[in-house]
């Protein structure tokens, strides 16, 4: 069946009160955003729903782009008719026969927003669940838990039908909550963590370190394929490239092995501080999970965060490595993620690190480097790119081998 609109429900949006307008507004870009190229589709976000008008879009496609944007509780594809009962009976049955398979039990659910319409919600719900009884061989009523609902809205502006209920990602539209730069390795921990910033309404611009020669090609579009995954919440990411390979090579010189993790996290911390600044960004992401490495411990974290006043949010803090893995799953990032080939901090990562870093060295061994010099200098060299969802270089392989054919 042809739908012409789908309804959005927007769940935790509805408890913002003042601020509410703000958000529907944010997330009806963010829609318009993911349905870009279905120039046809008309987005109106109303206080109470969100309708998307079709006009022969379809509508299959669209439905299934809405299941990643936050912000939508659920939805559904919607029937809009003429307040004409005739054609409401007609595509009553069509619907319900839609969903229907022997031994399927089913109901109708009539809401009126128009209390002057000449049925009642029970005189509504009878007609239509006699017209489908009548015309679908073995179906029944069920009136708690049936296998179908088909639900009714008659409103002013016409009569809404609906048989199926999607659920959303939910969470708040990406955007909402400010911008926020996360630092993106090639591992498992930064994209969940990035997902869960944008979850909750950050846009995160993604910033990543390398170290050519020593880091490959391939390392840097890892980095850029799972940044294209989690593109696909918010349409777009801003990522950037920051030149790493001098200041890792001036700490190995100088720093004594056991502080380099400690003090090559300080120089990223110090870098992604910059770049947040020049971008007008609200805070810092990363992946880091408490214990996991010797650089994630309560101490190294203390020796690394003394170089920013900048909050330093850790969206997966509280997780062990499976919950974190059941995530990248879900996302669809953790078969990159697990590619080798290696990012900076594993090329360069000492064998006996520091767990408990002490601040006071770290500081010394610090000093011995040209702080200021090698900061400018990696700032001079950033590059930027924006990285939309499905720019992974599979499908840049794939649509290459298609045009050769």
Do not use: W
């Amino acid at each position: 069946m042809q739908y012409n609109e789908v309804m959005v429900r927007y769940g935790e949006l509805s408890t913002k009160g003042k601020n509410k307008k703000i958000f529907i507004n944010r997330l009806s870009q963010n829609v318009k955003a993911a349905l870009r190229d279905f120039p046809q589709v008309k987005v109106h976000g109303e206080r109470d729903r969100m309708h998307l008008e079709l006009h022969y879009a379809d509508s299959q496609e669209v439905l299934k782009r809405l299941k990643s944007i936050f912000g939508i509780q659920n939805y559904s594809p919607v029937m809009k008719l003429d307040r004409d009962m005739e054609q409401v009976k007609q595509a009553a049955v069509e619907m319900v026969k839609e969903q229907y398979a022997p031994g399927k039990t089913f109901k109708i659910a009539t809401r009126r927003a128009d209390h002057d319409f000449e049925l009642d919600t029970n005189d509504i719900n009878q007609l239509l669940g006699g017209e489908v009884l009548r015309n679908i061989d073995g179906i029944k009523v069920q009136v708690k838990k049936p296998d179908i609902t088909l639900r009714v809205e008659v409103r002013l502006n016409g009569i809404f039908l609906s048989c199926e209920t999607i659920q959303g990602a939910g969470g708040l539209p990406v955007g909402s909550s400010g911008k926020g730069m996360l630092m993106m390795s090639g591992g498992i921990d930064s994209p969940v963590a990035g997902y869960l910033a944008m979850k909750r309404g950050v846009e995160v611009e993604a910033v990543h370190f390398h170290s050519p020669p020593y880091t490959s090609p391939r390392a840097l579009q890892k980095a850029k394929d799972l940044t294209a995954k989690i593109a696909a919440f918010s349409g777009s990411v801003q990522f950037i490239e920051v030149p790493f390979t001098e200041i890792q090579e001036e700490i190995k010189k100088k720093v004594p092995e056991g502080y380099l993790m400690t003090v090559t996290r300080r120089f990223m911390m110090r870098i992604t501080d910059r770049i947040r600044e020049q971008r007008k960004g609200l805070a810092i992401f990363n992946g880091e999970s408490l214990g996991q490495v010797a650089s994630q411990t309560m101490h190294s974290m203390i020796a690394i965060n003394d170089v920013t006043n900048t909050p330093v949010l850790r969206p997966v803090v509280s997780m062990d490595k499976n919950e974190i893995i059941d995530i990248a799953q879900k996302i669809d990032t953790f078969d990159l993620s697990i590619q080798p080939f290696e990012d900076c901090c594993t090329i360069f990562a000492p064998p006996a690190p520091k767990t408990k870093p002490d601040l006071e060295k770290t500081r010394e061994f610090e000093a011995r480097l040209d702080v200021e010099g090698l900061i400018e200098r990696a700032m001079e060299g950033l590059v930027f790119s924006e990285i939309s969802v499905g720019d992974t270089l599979a499908a840049q392989q794939e649509e290459a081998f298609s045009a050769l054919l």
